[in-house]
């Protein structure tokens, strides 16, 4: 796996130089897409064979040990034996009914842990298609909003943009949209702080507004009461400490003062012309809550014994959160060298970035097992 500079989304030139800010300074080649690709090229070289299209089932099981999967393809049912079985398919976030009660990952016994309540969420394009689009990839999203401010449909701010860098809100704030009125938020720049927006804002597949007037721009936001934008704008243009120097590499405490939410940091007026604005709802990325495991990896059952021959790693996995907040593909790297050593032969489905699923308009999974939320949108591994 090769890795680049993140230039474009974590490091600003300041004075000649490119400055990296919140922690995060390098990327996988070609993004979510491309590590899938170095990943599946891996395998091939390998001789693993990868089945697309196909359903997991159900697990194999005894009562004693895990000896494989059943599944389903092209219409056919057949079982895949195997001395283990991985299991790597992501949460349920794709499953509207398990998004909203607390149910157990499995019908063999398999101990849950982790938030169940919890998410990956994060502002996306609020006309996006409800499955996202592999074209587009992860453009959708909209990350730039420390340096805007947002407002819900009654025209009112909701949330300190500026509480930290992007890396350590954006997975929590698209939650915070959903709970708006509407299920939707605008985010407004103006002429100042539009340099700092990043490459997602240039995409054809994007709900803008522009007006040159602040008047004109408030009535251009679809379903917001355009009379308490204004009053709002007026308010927050006030409270910006504007003695404190602007620097978007740093938290540079540029705040606004006396505001019932104030903005923490990089705080600008908003009043140069044109102003943008960009509507985002919640795109549901992947959820918190899954299996229990041991350092190495074996699913317990509800004994907190090792479920003979039954590993789990990457998003499926409960409890990992705490540990690494705001980077899905560390945190399956995290959980995956055990079975690598243990397990003998794996059936995993790997977990796609550029795919969210809409947390307003997903319908229920009928499918039975936990093994997959939507496995007819993944690969499927199976023993090589």
């Known amino acids: 796996v090769r890795f680049i500079p993140i230039y474009g989304r974590q490091a600003f030139k300041i004075e000649g130089k490119f400055k990296f800010w919140g922690g995060l300074s390098v990327e996988a080649v070609g993004g979510g897409p491309g590590l899938i690709k170095m990943l599946t090229d891996a395998a091939t070289k390998r001789g693993i064979e990868i089945r697309y299209r196909t359903r997991a089932l ?5 009562g004693v040990r895990v000896a494989g999967v059943r599944i389903r393809h092209d219409g056919a049912e057949s079982e895949l034996r195997s001395k283990s079985v991985v299991l790597a398919c992501g949460g349920f976030e794709s499953n509207s009914e398990w998004r909203t009660r607390y149910l157990g ?9 982790g938030n169940w309540s919890g998410c990956h969420a994060v502002q996306w394009e609020m006309n996006a298609p409800e499955f996202g689009d592999l074209a587009v990839g992860d453009q959708f999203q909209k990350h730039s909003y420390p340096f805007a401010i947002l407002v819900n449909a009654t025209g009112k701010r909701f949330v300190d943009e500026g509480a930290d860098f992007r890396n350590y809100t954006y997975a929590k704030y698209g939650r915070v949209v959903l709970e708006q009125p509407g299920q939707f938020a605008w985010q407004v720049f103006d002429r100042k702080v539009k340099h700092l927006q990043r490459d997602e804002y240039k995409i054809r597949q994007i709900t803008k507004v522009v007006a040159d007037s602040i008047e004109e721009f408030a009535h251009k936001l679809e379903g917001v009461n355009a009379e308490q934008f204004l009053k709002t ?6 409270a910006v400490r504007q003695d404190i120097p602007f620097n978007p590499n740093i938290k540079d405490g540029r705040r606004t003062q006396g505001l019932a939410i104030d903005k923490s940091n990089w705080a600008n007026t908003v009043d140069e012309p044109p102003f943008e604005g960009y509507a985002v709802t919640c795109g549901l990325t992947f959820t918190f809550g899954g299996v229990r495991i041991t350092t190495e990896a074996e699913v317990l059952n509800t004994d907190y014994q090792p479920i003979r021959g039954l590993y789990a790693a990457g998003e499926l996995v409960g409890g990992l959160i705490p540990a690494a907040p705001a980077s899905p593909r560390a945190r399956c790297s995290v959980a995956s060298p055990a079975p690598r050593r243990r397990a003998p032969a794996r059936i995993e489905q790997p977990w796609n970035s550029t795919i969210h699923s809409k947390c307003r308009c997903r319908p229920p999974t009928r499918g039975r097992c936990c093994l997959t939320s939507n496995a007819s949108r993944h690969a499927c591994r199976a023993p090589s």
């Open 58 to 62: 159900s697990l194999l099981y005894d």
């Open 105 to 113: 990952p499995g019908d063999i016994g398999a101990s849950p842990c």
């Open 233 to 238: 704008i007026g308010e927050y243009n006030k």
